[in-house]
Each structure stands twice: as structure tokens, then as C-alpha cells.
């Protein structure tokens, strides 16, 4: 299937739907069982509802099935358990009256210790007032052990694998801190690492963190023996800031409204002015789509994000006044092949398939 060329293609997208699709919604079905036999009423309660509201993150992230060489179901079943554990980590850390910052680290382990096939699984819950989940997140992390140690260039990408986990436990572990505190922890360490990339806020730096999609396409890519690591931070270099970034400030795009009415972090609402906020995010499409271009098979990770672009403004809060406009932007930025992919997946979403 090539994905690559066929990406205007709307019989190539129902297909996807059609054949990967079912597959992760097997995946799910299997940990949907597994949470509902926590003993923990409260920890089931949240990995159940991690997998019943995030099933997307899943089924987005199984695209990189389709990365040339890549073993479908061996991609689909890690992409869905790290997933899976990055969903219900942010359940725990957002959805309770529970801010304890030693606690959120000691989560967060599970996104580093899933990565390292070495490590012993640590007591996840050791500082959290929920503990009794009945093995769900250790055999989560086992899973993800399982198939990145059987990866022949795993070695190759593992230390990126690892930094992109990190960056991403630190950004779980202080954004959900209480509001008086959470900025300034977050500056704290963003501020040591943004001198990296000139030209990026500290609050977009934050934004390329929250994503999984860099470390998904770090594993498929590890199928290939011959792997080299020029290649591989190669890769990590295009995802991260850039691609990673556009996926997850199109998250807050379309959550503008939503996060101020609850008054949660959004950091696309950092922006000074819609100007600018709307130059910032054409700045991200554009650059992502020239990293992607000189990546090995440009047009796959082309492809990416032009369904980021979407998947994500093809929901009907991209459509609301605080993001109309830019939105209409955005898409005219992607050009013909985003157009058609967004009128594909407004289809979907009127099918309840997305």
C-alpha cells in the first residue's frame, strides 16, 4: 500500500480505515478488558475512560504500520500499548483532585522503562493514592518491551526514543501541577534545553514534547538492520521540534475555546495576538513539510502531516469562531492534497468512524 502517492487518493484512505483500523480496535478491545479487571474502582474507572475518549491517539499513531519495511501488526500492537500507557498517565495526572509532584514522576517511569528492555518495572503507584490496578500498566510496559527489543536496529534509535520520553515525562509531570506552580516548573527546565532551537518559545518547545508520533516512527524504522544512526537523528531532528510540535499545537488550536472555559493550559493561547498565533502555526506546517522532504520516503512523512492537518481541523471546533479563520489558513497552507484528505475525514467523522 503506498500510502505516499496515493495520499489524495480517497479509496486509499477508506481502505486505511477499513484494514488498520479494525486491528487497533481489536488492540483496544484486549486492554479495554484488561482495565476492567482493575481492582481499584477509581484506576479502572480512568483506563477505561482513557481508552474509551483517546481511541484516536491510537488509531492516528497506527499510520506509521504503513512505514516501508515495517511489520503492521507488530507496530499496531506497540503503538497501541505505549499509546495506551501515555492516555491513561494523563488520566491520572489531570482527571483527579490529586497534584502531587513526586507521585507524577514516579508515573511517568513507565514511559521511559516501556522504551528500555533492560529495566526492571518500578512501583509506578509507590507515591499515588491509587495502587491496585491489577497488574494493567506493568503488563502495558512489558508489552512495549517485548517488541522494541526484538527490533534489529533498536540500539540505533533507542537513545532517541529514550530523550523524546523524557522530554515528554517532564511535560506531563509539571504541566498538571496546580496553576500557581505549573508555569514556573515548566520554564524551569524548558529553558535549560531551548537554547537548542532558536527561534522557538519556550511554550512551543513544551508543545513538541507532549507528542508520541516522533517515537512511533523511530520504532518502525528500526525494522531496517541497516540503520544508521545519521539516519535516525535524522528523523529525530525533522519530528522534533517541528513535526511533533505542529501535531500537538493543532491539538490546543482546536481546544481554544474549550481550555479557557476550564481554565486549563493551552499553549496556543501564549500567542500574543491572532496574527500571530496564525504566522506561528503556518511557520510549523511549512517547515514540517520541508523537514519531511529531506527525510528517506518524504512523501510518507509528507503524507503525515497533511493528515495531521486534517484529522485534527476537520473537528467541528475547528470550525468555531476563535478558529475558523485560521483554520482556512491552515488548510490552503497544505494545499490540494489537505483539502481532500479534510473532506475525507469530514466523511469519516459524519460516519462516527473518526
Known amino acids: 500500500m503506498d500510502i505516499a502517492k496515493e495520499v489524495s487518493n480517497p479509496q486509499l484512505i477508506y481502505s486505511f480505515v477499513k484494514t488498520i483500523f479494525p486491528a487497533v480496535k481489536a488492540q483496544l478491545s484486549f486492554w479495554e478488558e484488561k482495565a476492567g479487571r482493575c481492582p481499584d ?5 480512568q ?16 499510520i506509521y504500520s504503513l512505514y516501508p519495511g515495517a511489520r503492521v501488526a507488530e507496530v499496531i500492537e506497540f503503538v497501541v ?10 488520566n491520572l495526572v489531570d482527571a483527579l483532585e490529586i497534584q502531587d509532584e513526586q507521585a507524577f514522576r ?25 495502587c491496585e490496578d491489577g497488574g494493567y500498566l506493568v503488563e502495558l510496559v512489558q508489552t512495549c518491551r517485548r517488541r522494541v527489543q526484538k527490533l534489529p536496529s533498536y540500539e540505533v534509535v533507542r537513545p532517541y526514543m529514550m530523550e523524546l520520553a523524557e522530554l515528554y515525562s517532564l511535560l506531563q509531570v509539571t504541566k498538571h501541577l496546580h496553576q500557581g506552580e505549573r508555569e514556573k516548573k515548566m520554564l524551569g527546565w524548558l529553558e535549560e534545553v531551548i537554547p537548542e532551537y532558536p527561534g522557538l518559545s519556550v511554550w512551543e518547545l513544551a508543545a513538541a514534547t507532549g507528542s508520541t508520533l516522533g517515537t512511533f516512527c523511530l520504532f518502525a524504522m528500526a525494522y531496517d538492520a541497516q540503520l544508521t544512526d545519521i539516519e535516525a537523528k535524522k528523523v529525530r531532528d525533522a519530528y522534533f521540534p517541528w513535526i511533533t510540535g505542529l501535531h500537538i499545537l493543532l491539538d490546543y488550536f482546536i ?11 493551552n499553549f496556543v493561547e501564549y500567542y500574543a495576538s491572532k496574527k500571530e498565533q496564525q504566522e506561528r502555526l503556518l511557520l510549523f506546517v511549512k517547515t514540517a513539510l520541508s523537514q519531511a522532504r529531506s ?3 518524504p512523501d510518507f512523512h509528507e503524507a503525515i ?10 473537528d467541528q471546533k475547528g470550525k468555531s469562531r476563535e478558529c475558523g479563520q485560521v483554520t482556512e489558513e491552515l488548510i490552503r497552507a497544505g494545499g490540494r492534497p489537505v483539502k481532500v484528505l479534510f473532506w475525507i475525514c469530514l466523511q469519516l467523522r459524519k460516519k462516527g468512524k473518526l
Open 305 to 314: 502531516i497533511r493528515g495531521l492537518l486534517a484529522m485534527y481541523l476537520s
Open 47 to 62: 483506563a477505561l475512560a482513557s481508552i474509551a475518549h483517546k481511541e484516536f491517539h491510537c488509531l492516528g499513531g497506527s
Open 106 to 130: 514516579q508515573l511517568h517511569l513507565a514511559m521511559t522503562e516501556a522504551l528500555d528492555a533492560d529495566a526492571q518495572c518500578s512501583d509506578y503507584y509507590a507515591y499515588y493514592p491509587h
Open 255 to 265: 481546544d481554544l475555546e474549550e481550555d479557557r472555559k476550564t481554565n486549563q493550559l
Open 295 to 297: 527525510l528517506r520516503y
Open 81 to 90: 500499548a505505549y499509546q495506551t500507557i501515555s492516555d491513561y498517565l494523563d
Open 41 to 45: 474502582r477509581v484506576l479502572g474507572e
